[in-house]
């Protein structure tokens, strides 16, 4: 099993991006998957969840600013990061439940490698 993210780099206060997640090796669809961040010096922080009702949580921190979505299609997870803020700087990592409720990274059993986000003012 893995997941492996992409779509990291570098902006400015207030632009976008997309991060995205490939899932592969799974013989069953995860029932929920996320979004963690952590940035120097501090603990990993939930960013995003989905379930496969298509059911999302946000944390407050990045409510209204970003949209998770899960392209069956595609078998793709996405992060669309709108008004960045420099606070936003971390390493984002993509993460997989088999639980059907997830949001503390101890609810997550499998994780990618990170794709770094870098924002400056």
């Known amino acids: 099993v893995q997941l492996m993210e992409s779509g990291g780099g570098s902006v400015q206060s207030g632009g976008s991006l997309r991060l995205s997640c490939a899932p592969s090796?799974?013989?069953?669809?995860?029932?929920?998957m996320g979004w963690f961040r952590q940035a120097p010096g501090q603990g990993r922080e939930g960013v995003a969840s989905?379930?496969?009702?298509?059911?999302?949580t946000y944390g407050d921190s990045v409510k209204g600013r970003f949209t998770i979505s899960l392209d069956n299609a595609k078998n793709t997870l996405y992060l669309q990061m709108n008004r960045l803020k420099p606070e936003d700087t971390a390493m984002y990592y993509c993460?997989?439940?088999?639980?059907?409720?997830?949001?503390?990274?101890?609810?997550?059993?499998?994780w990618g490698q990170g794709t770094q986000v870098t924002v400056s003012s």
């Open positions: 993460a997989a439940s088999r639980f059907a409720r997830a949001w503390y990274d101890d609810d997550y059993h499998y």
């Open positions: 090796g799974f013989t069953y669809t995860p029932p929920c």
């Open positions: 989905i379930k496969n009702d298509g059911s999302t």
